[in-house]
């Protein structure tokens, strides 16, 4: 019999095999006493083994080009690194990106200075120098935080002036908008609202599950790029964002829902203004 | 610091990420922030010092200051079953979207603990600097989220869970 009473913290070291010679063998004595105990500690043992087995799998796959990337010192400052993002840049949260542009060319921050008080203030200020730096997926991301907690007057026309939502936003934006319909994936129109863009007006469409769950579809005519982007993803915090490009519209919808889910809402989207 | 430890120590990274947070592109994300991070203060890195241990340690900061900006609600509801690969053995009583299941469903401190000393083999003085606590701390952690999911397991009948929601 053991000199000192056996802990709970024993049992856990016993399984994890952290124990002396001689306090296993008390372990053990004690566990051929009590049959409960050792069937505990060994659903314990066969716990750990299968979450090893679970993820071991991980350990063999490919590395990601982007932490391949990562495992290499940040490059030295030249100009190239600082003319534009790298290439897999552009699939990196905002801030991020700039971080490691930060790292790499050690001359970026006083501007990031200035992004970081503008995120901090939650305020959009577009200067022509930054708007020109906030991508797609940033504006609606940063636009459904600053709406989409709003119980009061989270958009400027509710739903139930939905004709007149859409003849404003129309006008405003100079071509036919409208929101598509989302009530066969349970989320409502609640209304929409008129927004500052980079260069101009876009729109923002808000919509709402039975849970309160808020979605918002930012809707920009901006677009000058050359080409159509397919389906996009950026994590910007805790909000989710799919975006695309078609033509000179720009969509990206917005939700603190799970990617999943969203792409969903956004694969229904896009089918929808396909058939427009 | 250098590529070829940093590289070394990637697989191991991407493992227990993945296993923190289920999702692929998420726990890959993480990752990728911890290198970026790591980068950004290698200069408190104290050469000789175990690069594993501070790594994972920039890993569990960000995570922890992820959780506190996001709230609970944005957990991923990834089906984590398609993204865990995986057969476990066939002796093996513990299905294995049961097991992904059941751990995204503790509590991520109990996680974490429980991760790192079935996965990483780490030592319990190890966890508790890895994650800044006590190492009474670490034990009770453990002890919880052994037992928690030993009840979960338990109370499931195998196979009927094929989507992981969390």
Same mark, same amino acid.
């Given at each position: 019999?053991?000199?000192?009473?056996?802990?709970?913290?024993?049992?856990?070291?016993?399984?994890?095999?952290?124990?002396?010679?001689?306090?296993?063998?008390?372990?053990?004595?004690?566990?051929?006493?009590?049959?409960?105990?050792?069937?505990?500690?060994?659903?314990?043992?066969?716990?750990?083994?299968?979450?090893?087995?679970?993820?071991?799998?991980?350990?063999?796959?490919? &590395?990601?080009?982007?932490?391949?990337?990562?495992?290499?010192?940040?490059?030295?400052?030249?100009?190239?690194?600082?003319?534009?993002?790298?290439?897999?840049?552009?699939?990196?949260?905002?801030?991020?990106?700039?971080?490691?542009?930060?790292?790499?060319?050690?001359?970026?921050?006083?501007?990031?200075?200035?992004?970081?008080?503008?995120?901090?203030?939650?305020?959009?200020?577009?200067?022509?120098?930054?708007?020109?730096?906030?991508?797609?997926?940033?504006?609606?991301?940063?636009?459904?935080?600053?709406?989409?907690?709003?119980?009061?007057?989270?958009?400027?026309?509710?739903?139930?002036?939905?004709?007149?939502?859409?003849?404003?936003?129309?006008?405003?934006?100079?071509?036919?908008?409208? %929101?598509?319909?989302?009530?066969?994936?349970?989320?409502?129109?609640?209304?929409?609202?008129?927004?500052?863009?980079?260069?101009? %007006?876009?729109?923002?469409?808000?919509?709402?599950?039975?849970?309160?769950?808020?979605?918002?579809?930012?809707?920009?005519?901006?677009?000058?790029?050359?080409?159509?982007?397919?389906?996009?993803?950026?994590?910007?915090?805790?909000?989710?964002?799919?975006?695309?490009?078609?033509?000179?519209?720009?969509?990206?919808?917005?939700?603190?829902?799970?990617?999943?889910?969203?792409?969903?809402?956004?694969?229904?989207?896009?089918?929808? &203004?396909?058939?427009? | 610091?250098?590529?070829?430890?940093?590289? @070394?120590?990637? /697989?191991?990274?991407?493992?227990?990420?993945?296993?923190?947070?289920?999702?692929?592109?998420?726990?890959?994300?993480?990752?990728?922030?911890?290198?970026?991070?790591?980068?950004?203060?290698?200069?408190?890195?104290?050469?000789?010092?175990?690069?594993?241990?501070?790594?994972?340690?920039?890993?569990?900061?960000?995570?922890?200051? !992820?959780?506190?900006? !996001?709230?609970?609600?944005?957990?991923?509801?990834?089906?984590?079953?398609?993204?865990? /690969?995986?057969?476990?053995?066939?002796?093996?009583?513990?299905?294995?979207?049961?097991? @992904?299941?059941?751990?995204?469903?503790?509590?991520?401190? !109990?996680?974490?603990?429980?991760?790192?000393?079935?996965?990483?083999?780490?030592?319990?003085?190890?966890?508790?600097?890895?994650?800044?606590? /006590?190492?009474?701390?670490?034990?009770?952690?453990?002890?919880?989220?052994?037992?928690?999911?030993?009840?979960?397991?338990?109370?499931?009948?195998?196979?009927?869970?094929?989507?992981?929601?969390?």
């Amino acid at each position: 019999m053991s000199q000192q009473p056996i802990t709970e913290v024993d049992l856990h070291a016993y399984v994890d095999a952290e124990l002396s010679d001689e306090r296993r063998a008390e372990v053990e004595a004690f566990l051929a006493a009590q049959p409960e105990e050792a069937r505990r500690l060994q659903a314990y043992q066969l716990q750990k083994e299968a979450l090893r087995q679970l993820f071991k799998p991980v350990l063999d796959e490919s &590395l990601p080009a982007k932490l391949l990337d990562l495992a290499e010192p940040p490059i030295a400052p030249t100009m190239e690194a600082t003319a534009g993002p790298r290439v897999d840049a552009k699939k990196r949260p905002f801030l991020a990106r700039w971080s490691v542009q930060r790292i790499a060319a050690g001359f970026a921050i006083a501007l990031l200075g200035g992004v970081a008080g503008w995120l901090g203030h939650g305020q959009y200020q577009a200067t022509e120098r930054m708007a020109q730096m906030t991508p797609l997926s940033r504006q609606a991301a940063v636009a459904h935080v600053v709406y989409s907690p709003d119980i009061k007057r989270p958009v400027e026309f509710t739903a139930d002036q939905e004709d007149q939502l859409v003849k404003w936003l129309s006008k405003r934006l100079g071509t036919p908008v409208s %929101p598509p319909n989302l009530g066969a994936l349970g989320y409502e129109l609640i209304g929409g609202r008129l927004l500052p863009g980079n260069s101009g %007006p876009v729109a923002q469409f808000m919509y709402q599950d039975s849970s309160g769950q808020r979605l918002t579809l930012y809707l920009s005519t901006e677009n000058t790029g050359k080409r159509d982007a397919g389906f996009r993803f950026a994590r910007e915090g805790a909000v989710n964002v799919f975006y695309w490009v078609d033509g000179k519209f720009g969509y990206a919808l917005s939700a603190g829902i799970d990617k999943g889910e969203l792409a969903r809402v956004a694969t229904a989207v896009y089918d929808q &203004l396909e058939r427009n | 610091m250098d590529s070829r430890t940093i590289l @070394a120590e990637l /697989p191991r990274l991407r493992r227990y990420a993945r296993a923190m947070v289920g999702d692929r592109a998420v726990a890959d994300d993480l990752v990728q922030d911890t290198l970026e991070r790591g980068w950004s203060r290698v200069a408190q890195w104290r050469p000789g010092s175990d690069l594993r241990a501070w790594l994972f340690g920039i890993m569990h900061n960000l995570r922890v200051d !992820q959780l506190r900006r !996001q709230g609970l609600n944005t957990q991923p509801l990834d089906d984590a079953g398609s993204e865990a /690969p995986i057969r476990a053995t066939q002796s093996d009583r513990l299905e294995v979207n049961d097991l @992904a299941a059941a751990l995204a469903r503790l509590p991520e401190e !109990q996680r974490a603990v429980l991760l790192l000393v079935a996965l990483e083999e780490m030592s319990y003085d190890e966890i508790a600097s890895t994650l800044g606590i /006590p190492v009474g701390t670490v034990m009770s952690r453990l002890s919880r989220g052994r037992e928690r999911l030993r009840l979960l397991l338990d109370g499931r009948h195998p196979a009927a869970h094929l989507r992981v929601v969390r």
